[in-house]
T-cell receptor, first 112, second 116 residues
Framework: AQKVTQAQTEISVVEKEDVTLDCVYE???????LFWYKQPPSGELVFLIR??????QNEISGRYSWNFQKSTSSFNFTITASQVVDSAVYFC?????????FGAGTRLTVKP | ETGVTQTPRHLVMGMTNKKSLKCEQH?????MYWYKQSAKKPLELMFV???????ENNSVPSRFSPECPNSSHLFLHLHTLQPEDSALYLC???????????????FGSGTRLTVV
């Protein structure tokens, strides 16, 4: 069975702080994919990153970085020097051979 | 513009009304999905269509009736809803060969439904 846990329900930071959103997953498959999506107030889920289970290389994209560790089944997301526009709900998701399953989401509020 | 368009953006309906939500994509995808997002709950997968065939129905009450007339359009017909059905309804699409979501789904902006 697939399961994605985002233990942090809500996080509030002040602008320019770094923040890490945690994601822990469970799967019995050796081939799977992990994702992060951002849901701004407008509603749509915006794709941020995709990782396959064979690629543990961490990735950096501007102020965003992702740390994938199979040993701890975690796929954490860090925003460096956060900005007010980063305020949103962030979802981690897991996909194997069937459809994607999402975590409960973490609501990030960045205050000016 | 995400490539997946949902209408209407907001809908308020009475419990005896019948309404429909519409989803349209022109991304060349041939799998489409309905998700329900309630306050403080995870995203719930409701229905999956692959090549216009319903391939998954996650124990959704019969007051929700999906329709997929072609690979670009998906509807969710609503009738005799309950107040607890108030939620954000999100449509998504992907390639049929990517139902596992290995390239991710493309989501619409959702329809915010309020049942009064």
């Amino acid at each position: 069975a697939q399961k994605v846990t985002q233990a942090q329900t809500e996080i509030s930071v002040v602008e320019k702080e770094d923040v890490t959103l945690d994601c822990v997953y469970e799967t019995r498959d050796t081939t799977y994919y992990l994702f992060w999506y951002k849901q701004p107030p407008s509603g749509e889920l915006v794709f941020l990153i995709r990782r396959n289970s064979f690629d543990e290389q961490n990735e950096i994209s501007g102020r965003y970085s992702w740390n994938f560790q199979k040993s701890t089944s975690s796929f954490n997301f860090t925003i460096t020097a956060s900005q007010v526009v980063d305020s949103a709900v962030y979802f981690c998701a897991l996909s194997e051979t069937d459809d994607m399953r999402f975590g409960a989401g973490t609501r990030l509020t960045v205050k000016p | 513009e995400t490539g997946v368009t949902q209408t209407p953006r907001h809908l308020v309906m009475g419990m005896t009304n019948k309404k429909s939500l519409k989803c349209e994509q022109h991304l060349g995808h041939n799998a489409m999905y309905w998700y329900k997002q309630s306050a403080k709950k995870p995203l719930e997968l409701m229905f999956v269509y692959s090549l216009e065939e319903r391939v998954e129905n996650n124990s959704v009450p019969s007051r929700f009736s999906p329709e997929c007339p072609n690979s670009s359009h998906l509807f969710l017909h609503l009738h005799t809803l309950q107040p607890e059905d108030s939620a954000l309804y999100l449509c998504a699409s992907s390639s049929r060969f990517d139902r596992g979501g290995s390239y991710g789904y493309t989501f619409g902006s959702g329809t915010r439904l309020t049942v009064v």
